[in-house]
Every structure is written in structure tokens, then in C-alpha cells.
């Protein structure tokens, strides 16, 4: 996922895509974008309810704290906009 947001809508429209299903690397739709600061593409799975924004990978690290921490600060006010994304979670609270 390098960002492209029509690819991703396109995705979006089928349902049969868990966008909740991790792939080989742990990693989800969300976290992956999350990560790679494609803020359009956060913007666009966070617009889904059925979208969890508090899945943590492998490291149990939240997307809140990876934004965080790579200084992502688009994408973490995409975040705190989320009713259920708590902003007190830490890391290893699974």
C-alpha cells in the first residue's frame, strides 16, 4: 500500500476484504498505512466503523504511539478523532 488512495477505495467497495486481517507481517490495512505516513489512506479506512484503529502488532505498539513516534502528527489527530482510540493507552496493553 504506497498510498494510493483509488486503489484503496476500489478495495473498499468489495466486502470481501477483512480490513482488520493481518498479513504475513503482522501488519493490517490501518497499521500499514499508519506506518508508512499515507495520511489520505489512514483518513480513508478510518472513515469505516468496522475499521479497528486499537490493534497492535506483534510488539503490542498502538497506532497512536507509531504516529506518535515518527512524528506523524496528520495522522494522529486522524486518530484522536476516533471516539474509541484512547489516547492513555500504552504499549503492551493488549
Do not use: F, Y
Request: net charge negative; with cysteine; hydrophobic share 35%.
Amino acid at each position: 500500500m504506497r498510498g494510493h488512495e483509488g486503489v484503496v477505495k476500489l478495495l473498499l467497495e468489495r466486502k470481501d476484504v477483512d480490513l482488520n486481517h493481518p498479513d504475513e507481517n503482522d501488519q493490517t490495512p490501518l497499521r500499514s498505512a499508519v506506518v508508512g505516513g499515507h495520511e489520505g489512506v489512514v483518513k480513508l479506512l478510518l472513515e469505516r466503523e468496522d475499521v479497528d484503529p486499537n490493534l497492535q502488532d506483534g510488539d503490542d505498539r498502538t497506532l497512536l504511539g507509531c504516529a506518535a513516534v515518527d512524528g506523524r502528527e496528520g495522522i494522529v489527530k486522524l486518530l484522536l478523532v476516533r471516539k474509541d482510540v484512547d489516547p492513555n493507552r500504552q504499549d503492551g496493553e493488549g
